[in-house]
T-cell receptor, first 115, second 114 residues
Framework: LAKTTQPISMDSYEGQEVNITCSHN???????ITWYQQFPSQGPRFIIQGYKTKVTNEVASLFIPADRKSSTLSLPRVSLSDTAVYYCLVGDPLVVNNAGNMLTFGGGTRLMVKP | KAGVTQTPRYLIKTRGQQVTLSCSPI?????VSWYQQTPGQGLQFLFEYFSETQRNKGNFPGRFSGRQFSNSRSEMNVSTLELGDSALYLC?????????????FGPGTRLTVL
């Protein structure tokens, strides 16, 4: 699985747009990019997934450049409830692979939204 | 539709004991994965089950084992508990476990080993 690098933490204010970038220089051809959000003592929650260019859903946008070596999660107009840890995951989300392919989350980015 | 449920939510054990955690996936989901989350190591993949068979396995010792039943419910067992096994154990389910499936996580079981 491609290793990912994200900022450890970010601060923002309510109403601002937040962009969190993830680097994944060794991304493979078949790899997808997935972002999860996690609140304390809860399981991660799927936010968005993409392969290339731009993906948008009701909560976020995902920008992926042509070389796919990085991706940017964009959260429009954040609120206090968006304070959480955001994980970038690169790879086949689940692979039927008897070799025991590991699915690894990176360290995540701790986003703090202030009033 | 009900989400992924895990029982128990909290558990306290002592070193050397064993523990069994349970996970009920979303109805219709056939793939169940288990993860361990600790402050130091983050989220680490334990194993994944599909149709009662273990398909993928992470780098954990043999003390960690699991199984899946015909109704897709899964259990995870940890034997000879060590202090370092204290963690949040998360279960995630997905439809078929293929590349574009979304994994839905449960609330986790908080295991404390004394």
């Amino acid at each position: 699985l491609a290793k990912t690098t994200q900022p450890i933490s970010m601060d923002s204010y309510e109403g601002q747009e937040v962009n969190i970038t993830c680097s994944h220089n060794n991304i493979a051809t078949n790899d997808y990019i997935t972002w999860y959000q996690q609140f304390p003592s809860q399981g991660p929650r799927f936010i968005i997934q993409g392969y290339k260019t731009k993906v948008t859903n009701e909560v976020a946008s995902l920008f992926i450049p042509a070389d796919r070596k990085s991706s940017t999660l964009s959260l429009p107009r954040v609120s206090l409830s968006d304070t959480a840890v955001y994980y970038c995951l690169v790879g086949d989300p689940l692979v039927v692979n008897n070799a025991g392919n590991m699915l690894t989350f990176g360290g995540g980015t701790r986003l703090m939204v202030k009033p | 539709k009900a989400g992924v449920t895990q029982t128990p939510r909290y558990l306290i054990k002592t070193r050397g004991q064993q523990v069994t955690l349970s996970c009920s996936p979303i109805s219709g989901h056939r793939s169940v994965s288990w993860y361990q989350q600790t402050p130091g190591q983050g989220l680490q993949f334990l194993f994944e089950y599909f149709s009662e068979t273990q398909r993928n396995k992470g780098n954990f010792p043999g003390r960690f084992s699991g199984r899946q039943f015909s109704n897709s419910r899964s259990e995870m067992n940890v034997s000879t508990l060590e202090l370092g096994d204290s963690a949040l154990y998360l279960c995630a389910s997905s439809l078929e476990g293929v590349r574009t499936d979304t994994q839905y996580f449960g609330p986790g079981t908080r295991l404390t080993v004394l």
